[in-house]
């Protein structure tokens, strides 16, 4: 269940090392996804990572659609029941928006296919590889990825969230191990399907898991359940907008550039992933307590979640920034190869953008939690455009480094609009 009011020791002590135990585990994850990308990068080159990393970027840009903000509503719900005892309410909020997904899921899921069919035989440059198409089952298996995540963090179980999330490039990466190993040829359509079918078995064991802890809850009325299309919608639109941001330059890198500049950019993209890594984690880390502390009117320890996981972030990101930004280059050559030096500067801005998210703090969960979701869209909107204006602006005379530049800009909009209005809820009067 969710942890209630912090009080005593536990207030310290407890969710630094829940914390802890979370970023460990976040921290194998991203080692395994930056060897997939390490092994895409040396066995392809340039072109079959930026492939591989468009395929499954857009496959999941799209099943976010397809969940609808059911994954934040359900996280808000479940936990708030929970924090009030109501086990049966909050398995009947399971089950009600699981079974809202799985039409949608279907229908998204046939809708891409056949666009992607459409780009496919129109000679769209990046479909020509086919790792678009083949990204199909990863967009209806990742949306419901995407709710079973959302329940266990709505159950409060930070750590097996945490361990799920992202966790299909484990067996991923010793399938591609494997191969290369036995004297296989590693291509991005192939490895699309591998991670397809590793996140199709780790979802089903997701929702065993679920099914075995929460079977004995029982069911209650669920009348007054939150709208997917009134109150998830703009959820799904921030969700959304804040992966657009991270799609948008790897697209543009592929189109504007080519598909060696996008193995290029999702190289650099890899190694500053972790930042990014620590600041959704520390942000789905508090959604739950901070329903309960907002349900209860208690906003002072909302306040203090928000403060704690920001020095928290920051003790734990700041001795790994500094090396990156003072020498980007050789670590980039050391971790991919002399292919990819010039990625140096691109790597400086977006190991700087997501340091000023995390300097801002995990202002998300308390936005979400608040309901307060659609005064940030007009925001989110405005620094997408601003990242596709600057980057269109700023590819011709610096590359691929402009792309950085463009995204850091765009993301530096809603991280300042994003702190400033979760002050104001936190200041509100209940």
């Known amino acids: 269940m969710p942890d209630g009011p912090p009080s005593g020791w536990r207030a310290n002590i407890a969710p630094l090392l829940r914390y802890a135990s979370v970023m460990g585990i976040k921290a194998g994850n991203i080692a395994t996804g930056l060897i997939v990308t390490l092994l895409l990068a040396r066995a392809g080159g340039p072109e079959v990572l930026g492939s591989y990393a468009m395929a499954i970027q857009t496959a999941q840009l799209v099943s976010i659609l397809a969940v609808v903000g059911c994954d934040q509503l359900a996280l808000r719900e479940v936990a708030a029941h929970l924090r009030l005892g109501d086990k049966a309410a909050s398995a009947s909020h399971m089950r009600h928006y699981l079974r809202f997904v799985a039409p949608l899921a279907a ?18 440059a990046p479909a020509q590889e086919g790792a678009l198409l083949a990204a199909t ?8 990825y995407l709710m079973g995540l959302g329940l266990v963090r709505g159950m409060g179980n930070a750590v097996w969230a945490q361990l799920f999330d992202g966790l299909f490039t484990v067996p991923l990466a010793l399938a591609l191990g494997l191969m290369l190993l036995t004297g296989g040829r590693i291509e991005a359509v192939g490895s699309v399907l591998a991670a397809t079918a590793c996140l199709v078995a780790l979802m089903a064991l997701l929702f065993a898991l679920l099914w075995r802890q929460t079977r004995d809850w029982g069911s209650a009325p669920v009348a007054d359940a939150p709208s997917p299309w ?22 543009l890198a592929g189109t504007l550039g080519s598909a060696g500049d996008a193995g290029a950019f999702r190289a650099a993209w890899q190694v500053a992933m972790p930042f990014a890594v620590v600041y959704s984690t520390v ?7 901070v ?11 909302a306040h203090r979640r928000l403060r704690r996981y920001r020095y ?25 190869g002399p292919a990819f030096a010039g990625a140096a500067p691109l790597l400086q801005w977006l190991v700087a953008a997501n340091m000023l998210g995390i300097l801002a703090g995990p202002s998300g969960a308390i936005i979400t939690m608040a309901g307060r979701s659609r ?14 204006a600057l980057a269109l602006v700023l590819v011709p005379p610096f590359g691929i480094t402009g ?28």
């Open 230 to 251: 009134v109150d998830g919608s703009p959820m799904m639109m921030i969700s959304f907008l804040m992966f657009f941001g991270q799609w948008l330059p790897q697209f």
């Open 291 to 301: 329903s309960g502390d907002l349900r209860q009117g208690r906003r002072d320890l």
């Open 403 to 430: 792309l950085a530049m463009a995204y850091a800009a765009g993301y530096g909009v809603r991280i300042v609009q994003g702190w400033w209005l979760a002050r104001r809820i936190l200041l509100e009067k209940p």
């Open 137 to 144: 089952g990863f967009v209806a298996a990742n949306a419901f």
């Open 312 to 336: 928290a972030a920051l003790a734990s990101t700041l001795p790994l920034a500094l090396p990156l930004l003072i020498w980007p280059e050789p670590v980039l050559t050391l971790l991919f």
């Open 283 to 289: 942000t789905t880390m508090m959604s739950a307590p």
């Open 375 to 388: 005064e940030t869209l007009i925001f989110m909107v405005a620094g997408a455009a601003l990242m596709l």
């Open 107 to 124: 229908l998204v899921t046939g809708l891409y296919a056949g666009g992607v069919w459409l780009l496919l035989n129109a000679g769209f």
